[in-house]
Structure formats: C-alpha cells, structure tokens
C-alpha cells in the first residue's frame, strides 16, 4: 500500500476512527522516540550515541561542573 492509498483510505473513515487511529499512530511514535521498539542498546552503544549527540549540540563539559557535587555532610540523624 502506498502512502497515497494510506491518505484515500484515511479520508473514507469516520472522524471518531480517524481519531483513533493517529491516537495510535501517537502512542507508536512516542514508543519509537524513547527507543522502546528498537535494538536492545549495550551501554557503550548508549555512551557513544550521547557523546555524538553532545557533539552535536556543542555541549563541553569541564572538570569545573562536577567540582562541587559531592554531598560532604555525615548524613541524616539518626535516633536509637
């Protein structure tokens, strides 16, 4: 079927099913865009694919960003 068969048959359905179709044509696409029907990524693969995205963006990061992550406090309190 082409994508203009795909069209006419589009056109023929009532709004309600037309409706209900890209209701599930949206629910596919956000499962394709979180990655959820592709491969299995290992994590150098998911490394990788963020480095280039990083890349691409112009993202830097320096030693600077992370100096003060550390939590440095004991922890909470804790009442026996």
Known sequence: MTITEIIE???QLSI???ENLLEILRQRCSKL????DAQEET?????LRFR???EAEGVEFTDDDFADLRDKSPGR????
């Open 9 to 11: 048959s589009f056109d």
């Open 16 to 18: 309600q099913e037309q």
């Open 33 to 36: 865009r979180e990655g959820e």
């Open 43 to 47: 994590f150098w693969e998911m490394t």
């Open 52 to 54: 280039q995205r990083m």
């Open 77 to 80: 309190e804790v009442e026996f």
